[in-house]
């Protein structure tokens, strides 16, 4: 029960933060910090807890694939929308998660086939994080304009979202074994609540601009998962996961300043 309190605790805390800082910051700085390590490693850490290190260091390997079936999971939810703008906003919503989550199993599906190293891994999203980067720069950015109260019915259902799917996803996670356990890591557990409640609220547009900017911000997660699969073994399972957040921390904060003096330099040239 403790640990299961503890699942809980954790996701609400990340989903809330999250979805207020798209409404007040918008849904492009929180679709970069989006690709901070938040939802893979709350799975990766419960996962050890419950399976143990080995499991969960084996599992890191594959939630390198994982994130490329995440990032096949926001395009197709990207296009779906694009298509289903004459629908009612909940079965647009209903559409493009089916759409969404055929194209994380089928990708996810795949990727368990194959026996790869974590070299392999690794290497291979990168080069997805790469086309991801080209394929996602011709969506259109979006703010949110007119903004919604946040409303305890609003804070309910972002929290019933977030344990729904981190319950799940963990609670399955614990059968079927470390190949998929670590694809199944690499699901969007705080990005997905998020998303339906942007769309719901919203409309696609802001969604948009979610999906448009994650792929900016997740070499924190490759840095983040590559960690962890090099530290559990030798540091154990806390100090792993704090050397792996620093480290991923480190890599969003430069990533961030890069961006903001690259900024500054083109409207100081203009």
């Not at 709350?42 to 050890?48: D, E, H, M, N």
């Not at 390198?64 to 906003?89: D, E, H």
């Not at 409640?197 to 840095?223: D, E």
Request: hydrophobic share 55%.
């Amino acid at each position: 029960m403790a640990l299961i309190l503890a699942k809980l605790a954790v996701s609400i805390g990340v989903v809330l933060g999250l979805s207020m800082l798209a409404e007040r910051a918008g849904p492009r700085v929180a679709g970069v910090l989006a690709g901070y390590p938040l939802g893979t490693a709350i799975l990766l850490y419960f996962i050890g807890i419950e399976q143990g290190i080995d499991f969960a260091s084996k599992s890191a390997v594959y939630a390198f694939p994982g994130l490329i079936a995440t990032l096949s999971f926001l395009y197709a939810y990207f296009l779906a929308s694009r298509r289903c703008t004459q629908l009612p906003v909940l079965p647009q919503i209903l559409l493009c998660s089916l759409c969404a989550f055929a194209a994380f199993l089928g990708v996810s599906w795949l990727f368990q086939l194959t026996e790869m190293s974590l070299t392999q891994a690794a290497i291979i999203l990168l080069v997805a994080m790469f086309v991801a980067l080209i394929l996602f720069r011709k969506i259109e950015n979006e703010s949110i304009l007119n903004r919604v109260r946040l409303t305890k019915s609003v804070v309910l259902l972002r929290a019933a979202l977030a344990s729904l799917i981190v319950l799940i996803i963990s609670g399955l996670a614990a059968w079927i074994g470390p190949r998929w356990s670590g694809l199944l890591s690499g699901f969007p557990v705080t990005l997905y609540p998020i998303m339906l409640i942007l769309h719901f609220t919203y409309g696609a547009g802001p969604v948009h601009t979610l999906i448009r900017n994650f792929p900016r911000g997740m070499g924190a997660l490759w840095v983040y998962i590559l960690t962890v699969s090099l530290g559990y073994p030798v540091m154990g399972l806390e100090l792993g996961t704090l050397a792996a957040f620093g480290i991923a921390t480190v890599y969003l904060v430069s990533y961030s300043t890069f961006v903001w003096m690259r900024r500054k330099s083109v409207q100081a040239s203009g």
